[in-house]
């Protein structure tokens, strides 16, 4: 059967039918892209004798136009009609903040009717945790500022209800963001209902002091994601020099998961990932550690 020369209740092929299609028939949103580029950089230490202690920092910038002109917002733009969502990804972090060639994932959709003042705006968000000793960041395009933001992730409260199908967590979380000059809050109500096999999660910002749009929901389900991708891939190792001591890898599973770990469990945890070196740290002040490096084999063993 020729596809090309089926018809459909009106007797049109799929040519006649594109021939005639108005596509003004149907309203079409806006579609935005938002990246949340993640780091974890050394803190200036006291002691130098221990090691530096390590922040979990977020990429933002601060808007020259309006809405929500002077809030801080991720770096993000509109897809224009030539180009795919990825590359406007690229396109708007570079003009927005200097960064190129970076790897991002795609994290959310985010399609709440009123979630941009302007007009109807689905954004598509992207995430990707870097190494910022290689990137210069610089604010432009409709940016007037672009910094990096100490993250700080805390859950306020938690209660779980059992109804006689249902299962509701609940949880309130307070997200801060701060620098040498600004900081930045909010509290975030999630409900993660369950009934059966099929499950329903939903955002709700109670507070928002600095952040523009809704990224402050975007902020807290990526920072989930990236601690659940921590936990269970290889991606802190995009932090790491070539060669490393197990202590400071250690020191970015911490950062990152906001938590701290024990030191067998989790060596144990990456011994598959890391390769053990005939090297040492030669850092005065410090006994010496040894060194060693990314296994990129380490999936296959």
Not at 43 to 68: C, T
Not at 222 to 250: C, G, H
Request: net charge negative.
């Amino acid at each position: 059967m020729n596809i090309e020369q089926l018809r459909d209740k009106q007797g049109l092929t799929e040519v006649e039918f594109l021939q005639k299609y108005d596509a003004s028939i149907y309203q079409r949103p806006s579609v935005t892209v938002d990246m949340l580029i993640f780091t974890v950089v050394d803190e200036e230490k006291e002691n130098y004798r221990k090691l530096s202690e390590k922040s979990l920092k977020l990429l933002m910038v601060k808007r020259g136009v309006h809405p929500y002109i002077g809030q801080w917002a991720l770096p993000g733009g509109f897809v224009t009609e030539n180009e795919s969502i990825d590359e406007a990804a690229l396109r708007e972090l570079k003009t927005e903040t200097n960064i190129d060639d970076v790897y991002m994932e795609q994290l959310y959709t985010w399609g709440d009717v009123n979630r941009d003042p302007r007009t109807r705006v689905i954004s598509c968000s992207y995430m990707a945790l870097v190494d910022c000793r290689s990137l210069e960041v610089k604010a432009g395009d409709d940016a007037d500022d672009a910094r990096w933001f100490n993250v700080r992730y805390s859950v306020l409260e938690e209660k779980k209800t059992m109804l006689e199908k249902d299962l509701i967590f609940e949880k309130v979380v307070k997200i801060t963001l701060s620098n040498d000059e600004d900081i930045l809050e909010a509290i975030i109500k999630v409900i993660e209902k369950y009934s059966g096999k099929t499950a329903r999660v939903e955002r709700e910002v109670i507070v928002s002091n600095g952040i523009a749009f809704d990224h402050a929901e975007m902020i807290q389900y990526a920072v989930e994601r990236l601690r659940n991708k921590v936990e269970y891939t290889d991606i802190a190792f995009n932090l790491m020099p070539e060669l490393f001591t197990l202590s400071e890898l250690q020191q970015v599973y911490e950062v990152t998961l906001g938590k701290e770990l024990l030191s067998a469990a989790f060596r144990r945890k990456i011994a598959d990932m890391v390769m053990e070196t005939n090297q040492f740290t030669k850092d005065a002040g410090h006994r010496p550690a040894k060194l060693f490096r990314f296994n990129p084999n380490w999936r296959y063993l």
